[in-house]
């Protein structure tokens, strides 16, 4: 079983095993943003997935230069106000944060698009789809079938930002099992009376999805404030305090440096070249095309603080000249 989004084809390659886990392949005649991939063979994600079908697995990561910043898992109870906090940090961050785009069976609401909100799905195909292996995480909630595609996180990654996920508890603790490295943030209401209000002004759901959802919110507000998943805990009673304090623990209330650049350009490969390692260093001599020998334009990548992996990026790789 290969998992994750493969590399697009192309015309060669050069790989060298890094060590019992993964492969760093090289890609010839590829664009900056996309030379460099990794094929993971043994890591924690792969032994997992391995376990889980029963059957050999490998796994496609792409490796991004640089320190891209950890996925925001965000969960709490229907009617909190997930999805209003979420839309605001994408609206003044734009080109900072990305959404996971879920996919579920159940149906659209009024103003949702498909693709854009939540990829609409019939539940044989999602099946089918989780039993390949393409699901991160997957959950029952409310009734209807949730769950976060590989390729949902690895599209935001691509994008050079912030993964953010709006799941329910069940996924926040499959995704904490899991080998993807993110930051966990629950958000609680004030009460549930104040809950229950928000999810009937907001006049989305029918009366009895009210009442499920009511029902439901209890053991998730239970698990969420017990269960040891959540890195952050807050309260969203008045929504704008809310929200600066969610800047505030994503080190956006200007007190720790961000990322707000997008992130950094790939490595810019000419067509001919060879590539060795070298404890923690992979060197790529650049050869001219005549001659074939080795120019002065080596490029040195430092791979001693590699982070994430499959399902998603490689990132923390240096260059070193
Ligand atoms: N596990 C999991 N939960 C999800 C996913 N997408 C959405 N959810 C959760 O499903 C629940 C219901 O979402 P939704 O139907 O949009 O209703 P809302 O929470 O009332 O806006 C929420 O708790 C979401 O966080 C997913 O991909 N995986
Ligand atoms: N702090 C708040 N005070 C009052 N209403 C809020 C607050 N936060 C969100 N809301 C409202 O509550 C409703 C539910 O919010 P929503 O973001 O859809 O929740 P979720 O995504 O968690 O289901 C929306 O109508 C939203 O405008």
């Given at each position: ?20 886990d ?12 996309d ?18 079908s ?21 969960s ?35 103003t ?35 769950g ?53 002004l ?7 999805q ?94 001693s ?17």
């Amino acid at each position: 079983m290969v998992l994750g989004t493969e590399p697009k084809p192309y015309e060669g390659h050069l790989a060298i095993r890094l060590n019992e886990d993964r492969i760093i392949i090289i890609i010839k005649g590829s664009n900056p943003d996309d030379c460099i991939w990794f094929l993971e063979v043994d890591t924690e994600y792969v032994k997992q997935q391995k376990k889980a079908s029963g059957t050999e697995v490998v796994a496609w990561s792409k490796g991004a230069r640089g320190d891209a910043e950890k996925p925001v898992v965000i969960s709490g109870p229907s009617g909190v106000g997930k999805g209003t906090l979420i839309n605001m940090l994408m609206k003044e961050f734009p080109s900072m944060f990305g959404f996971s785009i879920s996919h579920t069976t159940r149906a659209p609401r009024g103003t949702e698009k498909n693709e854009v909100h939540y990829h609409f799905t019939e539940r044989s195909i999602m099946e089918k789809d989780i039993k390949d292996g393409k699901f991160l995480e997957f959950a029952s909630v409310h009734g209807n079938l949730y769950g976060t595609s590989i390729k949902a996180v690895e599209a935001v990654a691509d994008s050079g930002k912030r993964c953010i996920l709006d799941i329910d508890v069940q996924g926040a603790k499959s995704v904490r099992a899991s080998s993807l490295d993110a930051v966990f943030i629950f958000i609680g209401p004030p009460s549930m009376r104040e809950l229950e209000e928000r999810l009937r002004l907001r006049g989305t759901e029918t009366e009895e999805q009210v009442q499920k959802r009511l029902r439901n919110a209890e053991a998730e507000i239970e698990q969420g404030k017990s269960s040891g998943i959540f890195d952050h805990i807050l309260c969203n009673d008045n929504l704008e305090k809310c929200y600066e304090n969610l800047k505030k623990l994503l080190g956006l209330d200007g007190s720790a440096p961000t990322n707000t650049k997008p992130s950094p350009k790939g490595i810019d490969l000419p067509p001919n070249h060879s590539v060795s390692k070298i404890d923690n260093k992979i060197l790529i001599k650049c050869e001219a095309p005549e001659s074939g020998n080795a120019t002065k334009n080596s490029i040195v990548l430092d791979i001693s603080s590699l982070k994430g992996g499959a399902p998603g990026r490689t990132r923390g790789l240096k260059r070193d000249s």
